[in-house]
């Protein structure tokens, strides 16, 4: 990694964002010599949670709806349709080899939790009872994709059966717990505007 590292800075290789940018957090954001400091925006959040739970494709709020991508969309999940998504994965694909959407879907609900978590903080919330709920729900995850492994490993199809069983857990666990949240958030923001 050290080695493509110094490359890409030997060979001048840096692209818009000035090369490699994520490996430390900044306060300041600094893209085409222009800085600018990071604002939240309940209105925001609210509106991409809702997308999250009704599975509605967020790009479209931000896209030409001419432009290339929307050509593909049809072809990819949204929201909490991943979760079909991957059950479908599992009932149809007899040679499942792919671990990735189990380690994706955890990364997901680990940055879900950390997001729960700013906003407690950032808004001064009541929802410590949802940030737990969420953190059953990070660890349910984790479980699932090892026994994913283990599945991989075994082809034991009732392993597959209890990952499917355990998905469609999560997926509705979740939906509670975001439905909750939005409202809260809703309720928040109302309560704001007066």
Not at 130 to 150: H, T
Request: aromatic fraction near 12%; include cysteine; charged fraction near 25%.
């Amino acid at each position: 990694m050290l080695l493509g590292y110094t490359n890409v800075e030997e060979m001048a290789l840096n692209d818009w964002i000035e090369g490699i940018v994520l490996l430390n957090y900044r306060e300041k954001n600094n893209f085409f010599n222009l800085e600018h400091n990071y604002r939240f925006d309940l209105n925001k959040t609210i509106m991409e949670l809702q997308d999250y739970l009704t599975s509605y494709e967020t790009p479209i709020h931000y896209c030409n709806p001419y432009e290339q991508w929307m050509m593909h969309a049809s072809d990819m999940a949204f929201g909490l349709e991943i979760y079909d998504v991957i059950i479908h994965f599992l009932d149809k694909v007899y040679e499942a080899e792919d671990k990735r959407p189990f380690f994706v879907l955890h990364e997901h609900k680990k940055l879900m939790q950390m997001r729960i978590n700013f906003l407690q903080k950032k808004l001064d919330l009541d929802c410590d009872i949802l940030f737990q709920e969420y953190s059953a729900i990070v660890k349910k995850s984790n479980i699932v994709s090892m026994i994913y492994l283990k599945y991989t490993i075994t082809k034991n199809e009732n392993i597959k059966k209890n990952i499917i069983h355990e998905l469609q857990i999560i997926k509705d666990k979740e939906e509670g717990i975001l439905n909750e949240l939005c409202n809260l958030l809703i309720k928040y923001n109302d309560n704001a505007d007066r």
